[in-house]
């Protein structure tokens, strides 16, 4: 059966409020409610990067992926406009994923140390892997109304997934607030003020920890801001806590 669509804000809140996992994945891949990301992350697929040229692009937003009861949660900005957006999974296919995957092999959570298609072979263990936005933004930068509007589907993602998190990484100071604003969202008492996102800060919240990790972005790994046994002892670290 074909996933009814959201077209506006209030569609999306509809769409995701109640929906099951496999509604939101289902329901999240047909939203068309932020004008601006759908005709970005179209034309991107249409035009495509000469190196993918004879490739088909997914162009359309991006569901979480990984365990469906996952004790770790990591939580990305947005998808890449040649990575997720060409392949149709998270981090898949460039250059953060490149990092972020290698890292999850290095510390156990994943079978295999790379990711570049949906039908590589790739398993997480215990870990599901989100984006606080669905689509591929321009420059990957959201708007605070599309940040806004996205929202209810990671919300609805966290509260149907929160009984079992014992970790939640936050890749960068976006996906720190989206997380914090979901876990909020389900009912988690989070503090306030909202502690500052920085690389290696572990907020506990009960049974779950919130860990704050730069986001592997080339900004970040080429200027040796963020370095392979930074991202490995917090991915580490998570995999710790969620006993995995
Ligand atoms: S960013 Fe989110 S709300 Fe906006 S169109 Fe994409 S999936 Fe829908």
């Known amino acids: 059966m074909t996933a009814p669509v959201a077209h506006s804000a209030g569609g999306v809140a509809r769409l995701a409020a109640r929906a099951s996992l496999e509604e939101v994945d289902a329901r999240v891949c047909e939203c068309r409610a932020c004008p601006r990301l759908v ?15 004879d490739e088909t692009y997914w162009g359309r937003p991006i569901p ?5 009861e996952p004790g770790i949660l990591i939580v990305g900005l947005a998808p890449a406009a040649h990575g997720g957006n060409r392949t149709g999974r998270v981090f898949t296919g460039d250059r953060s994923g490149d990092w972020l995957f290698a ?9 295999q140390p790379t990711s570049t298609h ?11 892997i989100v984006a606080a936005v669905r689509c591929a933004p321009p420059q990957n930068k959201p708007t ?24 939640v990484v936050c890749l960068g100071s976006f996906g720190w607030v989206a997380a914090f604003r979901s876990l909020a969202a389900a009912g988690l008492p ?13 907020v506990p919240l009960g049974d779950l920890t919130v860990l704050g990790c730069f986001h592997p972005s080339q900004q970040n790994t080429f200027t040796g801001r963020l370095t392979q046994p930074m991202l490995d002892a917090v991915l580490g670290r998570a995999a710790e806590l969620a006993s995995l």
């Not at 979480?64 to 469906?68: F, I, V």
């Not at 890292?103 to 079978?111: F, K, Q, T």
């Not at 949906?118 to 599901?128: I, P, S």
């Not at 989070?190 to 572990?202: D, L, M, Q």
Request: a positive charge; charged letters at 30%; glycine letters at 10%.
């Open 39 to 53: 005709s970005w992350r179209e034309q991107v697929a249409r035009e495509k990067r000469a190196s993918y040229a």
């Open 144 to 167: 605070t109304e599309e940040r806004d509007t996205c929202a209810p589907w990671i919300d609805r993602e966290v509260s149907l997934l929160l009984p079992g998190l014992r970790a």
């Open 190 to 202: 989070t503090p306030r003020p909202r502690p500052r996102f920085g690389h290696g800060v572990e």
């Open 103 to 111: 890292s999850l092999y290095r510390v156990g959570l994943a079978n």
């Open 118 to 128: 949906l039908d590589d072979g790739l398993e997480l263990r215990g870990t599901r």
């Open 64 to 68: 979480g992926w990984g365990s469906t």
